[in-house]
C-alpha cells in the first residue's frame, strides 16, 4: 500500500520504559485539525487549528540512538467513524489509494456509482457500503 501524507499535531506523556534507561514509551492524541500553508512576499507561513471531529491516538515507542537522535515506531488509531476527509486523514490523491485498495480486497472494480465521497466518509460507512450482505 502507498504512504499515505497528513499532517497531525500529536500531544501527549512519555515514560521510561522499566529496564532500559533509552526508551521511551509515549501515549498521544491528535484532534481534528486544518492545517493551512500561505506563500506570499514576505516568504512560507502557515497555521493550524483544532476543528469539530474525532481524536486520532498514537502510541509508540521512542528508543534514544544519540545526543540529538531518535528511533520512532509506533501506530495510529481512529475510530471507525472518523470522518477521513475532514480530518485530512484522505486527501484528493490518497483516496485513488483507497479505491484500489478496497477494489483488491473486493476481488472487483468498482462502478462510477460507487466511487463518490459518501461512501469514503469513513471506515464504518466504507465496510457498510461495500461489505454489505
Known amino acids: 500500500m502507498k504512504q499515505i501524507v497528513y499532517s497531525m499535531q500529536f500531544k501527549g506523556q512519555a515514560a521510561p520504559v ?6 521511551l514509551k509515549a501515549i498521544t492524541n ?14 512560507v507561513s502557515g497555521s493550524w487549528k483544532a476543528t469539530a471531529g474525532d481524536k ?29 476527509f475532514e480530518t ?3 486527501d484528493s490523491i490518497n483516496i485513488l489509494y483507497l479505491i484500489g485498495y478496497v477494489e483488491k480486497a473486493l476481488g472487483r ?5 460507487e466511487i463518490v465521497m459518501s461512501n469514503f466518509r469513513s471506515v464504518r460507512v466504507i465496510a457498510n457500503t461495500f461489505l454489505r450482505g
Open 56 to 84: 486520532a491516538s498514537f502510541e509508540s515507542e521512542v528508543t534514544i540512538t544519540g545526543e540529538t537522535s531518535f528511533l520512532e515506531s509506533g501506530s495510529i488509531r481512529v475510530d471507525a467513524d472518523t470522518l477521513l
Open 88 to 90: 485530512k486523514l484522505i
Open 30 to 43: 491528535a484532534p481534528s485539525s486544518l492545517v493551512t500553508t500561505m506563500v506570499g512576499p514576505e516568504g
Open 109 to 113: 472494480r468498482l462502478t462510477d456509482a
Open 18 to 23: 522499566a529496564g532500559s534507561s533509552t526508551v
